[in-house]
């Protein structure tokens, strides 16, 4: 039959199966009784640990700590007191632990000895010290972000979800002044002085950069002028991108403002320095052509005189071409391209300007070929389109080899009118295919192999197909070929 314990056992019971470390400490910090939760946390048996004072088992550094705590309790300053230490393990090792120490008097009030719990935090305090490892590296990172963000040479805005300006940099904060002199609301799509490339159009709500980010959008310069006074007024190239959560989930935009005033204003001076350059030399070339035409048909020069003025007369042709290219070119930049819309049989003009290039392709080894699927009317400028077909059939025979072909399919979409010129020709190396519309570019190959041009030809034809309001694209792969596709409209609107 079971006898109930005394509170002698009782207390014996709770001591050795607490699992928390306990022990019975005397008055000079001899370990009176350990439990075996405090025996498993050190690796030492009982026995071992009775023999023993506190001192020899606390770390060297945290010792005086606890001895100054222990004197005061036995010299009854306080009657208990709590301290986290580090105790030394039996095989060496650091055990920390979170020490709770209270002193245990006699019926006279005398002193008899202490009562302490030990808690095995060893686990907690790694954790902690990995945090403060974490932390620390975290706060490296803002630091160092927060000195690149503060002394890059772009401006950057962070914008909320709500439209609202949540942060901005020193670049940027100081650029604010020019379209906004009046201060800003901080919130998207604010209106100010801000104009498109033109510098003459303000731009609306819907087109600030920043409204746009706001509505998801992402894109890569996106330039326009800041400032009234297009004297001292900036341009600027701006890029966004969205912000988003770990799922996915948008948490605003991030936008970079690279100022690009002196390049735009190169381009101007570019632009209106070709564009005089060449109304300047269009007249006296006009003349010399006309005066040219007469000598050529002047029945009494010697052949050898003719054959030598014909000559000239090409070159003089060529240069007239060269001239009419550069004005479209400074035309385009002065916003200034002029279209005039007409019905147009598009089949025939495809077949035209195919009919007026296959001799040079023949003569350079090529066929030339025509699928028009359909017969397709649209109400375009078929002077401006006939320059489209013009210099994409001269680059693809320009750029052909001996043997190869060029393909021209005409087809009526289901959304527009689709125009593709094939060519078998030497192909556009992958790194060079986003620039070959761009003013003045010329690939590599073609540089190396010393290919007559200007790398205007395509520029222009992007140029002419934007102002319809289409779109043209390019595929390309060396040694097999380009393919070049526009997308046009039924109908633009004449400027």
Partial sequence: MYAPADGTDLWRLTLQHSPIGMALVGLDGQLLDVNRAFCDMLGHDPDTLTHRGFQELTHAEDLDADLELF??????????????????????????????????????????????????????????ERLVEANALVEHERQTLEAIFDTVSVGLLLIGSDGRYERMNRRHREGMSAPFPDGHDGVAGQLGHVYFPDGKTLMSKEDMPSHRAVQGEEFDDYTYWVGDDPRTRLAYSTSARQVRGPAGERLGSALAYQEITDLMRAIQVQDEFVSSVSHELRTPLTSVLGYLELLCDHEGLPSEVTTQLRVVQRNALRLRTLLSDLLHVGQVGEDKLQLQCAPVDLAALVNEAVEATRPVAEKSGLTIEVETLDRPTAHVDAHRIRQVLDNLLSNAVKYGEAGGSVTVVLRDGAEAIELEVRDTGMGIAPEEVEHVFGRFFRGTEAQELHIPGTGLGLNIVGSIVAAHEGVVTVESEVGRGSTFRVALPRSCQAS
């Fill in 71 to 128: 004197g005061q309790a036995v010299a009854g300053e306080i009657d208990s007191y709590r301290l986290r230490k580090r105790y030394l393990h039996a095989d060496g090792h650091v055990v920390w632990g979170d020490l709770s120490v209270a002193l245990v008097r006699g019926p006279d009030g005398r002193p008899v000895h202490f009562i302490s719990q030990i808690l095995d935090i060893t686990e907690q305090r790694r954790h902690e």
